[in-house]
T-cell receptor, first 115, second 110 residues
Framework: EPEVTQTPSHQVTQMGQEVILRCVPI?????FYWYRQILGQKVEFLVS????????KSEIFDDQFSVERPDGSNFTLKIRSTKLEDSAMYFC?????????????FGPGTRLTVT | QKEVEQDPGPLSVPEGAIVSLNCTYS??????FMWYRQYSRKGPELLMY????GNKEDGRFTAQVDKSSKYISLFIRDSQPSDSATYLC??????????FGTGTRLQVFP
């Protein structure tokens, strides 16, 4: 069964450093998303991406964040200068927006720890 | 008022019980409703997806949506210890953005 994959599973970085989180969406999907989940809190939307453009972004997704689809298979989230409060699980999701609408399939997540 | 409300639990039931999980919401524009299962430190796994009001059944799982009451439910029949996880409701309206509940932690004991 096709699935979304994410690397690395765990990333430890120092405050102020740049990190890139990587995702490989399901191969025939065209809509991509990033969500995050701070420990003990709800899953929160960050950004949606389609046709090489951001479709929608949340208030969390400020100038420190960027997304890119560098090739036909990868989808990345970059945080330019990490803060302690960026520590969270980051989930990539993808969707084919088929006739059933908005089913989104999530990857296993990258746990980001900022020290 | 929170956009999506979900009782965090924990909900503890014996194996074989029928489990009822619920969410309420305030935004009448929501029309797509999902239930995800999340094991500890793992990604959300899509269980059920419904559009607008009505029921949908898949094996031991039944999802119900009552848009007039802004209330959705997930029923699990013949619950198993392997069903022990956190269950997240999620919904969206005219955009792709999913709004999640806080999740209900379910424990099924043998």
């Amino acid at each position: 069964e096709p699935e979304v994959t994410q690397t690395p599973s765990h990333q430890v970085t120092q405050m102020g450093q740049e990190v890139i989180l990587r995702c490989v969406p399901i191969s025939n999907h065209l809509y991509f998303y990033w969500y995050r989940q701070i420990l003990g809190q709800k899953v929160e939307f960050l950004v949606s991406f389609y046709n090489n453009e951001i479709s929608e972004k949340s208030e969390i997704f400020d100038d420190q964040f960027s997304v890119e689809r560098p090739d036909g298979s990868n989808f990345t989230l970059k945080i330019r200068s990490t803060k302690l409060e960026d520590s969270a699980m980051y989930f990539c999701a993808s969707s084919d927006r088929g006739r059933f609408g908005y089913e989104q399939y999530f990857g296993p997540g990258t746990r980001l720890t900022v020290t | 008022q929170k956009e999506v409300e979900q009782d965090p639990g924990p909900l503890s039931v014996p194996e074989g019980a029928i489990v009822s999980l619920n969410c309420t919401y305030s935004n009448s524009a929501f029309q797509y409703f999902m239930w995800y299962r999340q094991y500890s430190r793992k990604g959300p796994e899509l269980l059920m997806y419904t559009y607008s009001s009505g029921n949908k059944e898949d094996g031991r799982f039944t999802a119900q949506v009552d848009k007039s009451s802004k209330y959705i439910s997930l029923f699990i029949r013949d619950s198993q210890p392997s069903d022990s996880a956190t269950y997240l409701c999620a919904m969206s309206g005219s955009t792709d953005k999913l709004i999640f509940g806080t999740g209900t932690r379910l424990q099924v004991f043998p």
